[in-house]
């Protein structure tokens, strides 16, 4: 059994927990054992393909960085070097994959609140892109389980 405050392991026999003191009722016996940390990077990379299931407004917030990252070193890459360079192709590339990347991202975010995919292409209205982003960013997700997972 854990804790409910700082999830912290505790035994069936003791009254008050032994971390934060918090008291022992008969809610603790339902108690699953607690979530462990994961890796953020390998979340986001696992998390792009397939576009189906949803991530949450943290995961949003963390993969917006993350592409966000990369659209900007790729740009920086292309900006530094001749237009003709092999590496400003290549970095091209890397941009069209982070664009398709955070559209994928995004679709499953604005699956977390019940709506389709294809809401996503909102993003490339360019009036509506800062609602979209408002929307995805602060919109709470569905309580439980909806049809998107």
């Keep these: 059994m854990f804790c409910q405050k700082c999830e912290n392991e505790i035994s069936n026999k003791e009254i008050s927990c032994?971390?934060?003191?918090?008291?022992?009722?008969?809610?603790?016996?339902?108690?699953?054992?607690?979530k462990k940390e994961e890796n953020i990077v390998m979340k986001i990379l696992i998390m792009i393909f397939p576009p189906k299931n949803r991530?949450?407004?943290?995961?949003?917030?963390?993969?917006?960085?993350?592409?966000?990252?990369?659209?900007?070193?790729n740009i920086?890459?292309?900006?530094?070097?001749?237009?003709?360079?092999?590496?400003?192709?290549?970095?091209?590339l890397m941009m069209i994959i982070a664009l398709v990347g955070f559209f994928m991202f995004a679709s499953k975010r604005f699956h977390d609140f019940g709506r389709s995919g294809w809401n996503v292409?909102?993003?490339?209205?360019?009036?509506?892109?800062f609602i979209a982003l408002l929307y995805l960013f602060f919109q709470k997700g569905d309580e439980g389980i909806n049809k998107y997972g």
């Excluded at 003191?21 to 607690?34: A, C, M, S, W």
């Excluded at 991530?55 to 070193?73: H, K």
């Excluded at 292409?121 to 892109?129: G, N, R, S, T, Y």
């Design 18 to 34: 032994n971390n934060c003191g918090e008291k022992i009722t008969k809610r603790y016996l339902d108690v699953k054992q607690p």
């Design 55 to 73: 991530v949450n407004r943290l995961e949003f917030t963390y993969g917006f960085l993350f592409w966000g990252a990369v659209w900007i070193i």
């Design 76 to 92: 920086m890459i292309i900006d530094s070097m001749n237009q003709d360079s092999f590496l400003a192709i290549i970095a091209s």
């Design 121 to 129: 292409l909102w993003i490339i209205v360019p009036i509506a892109v």
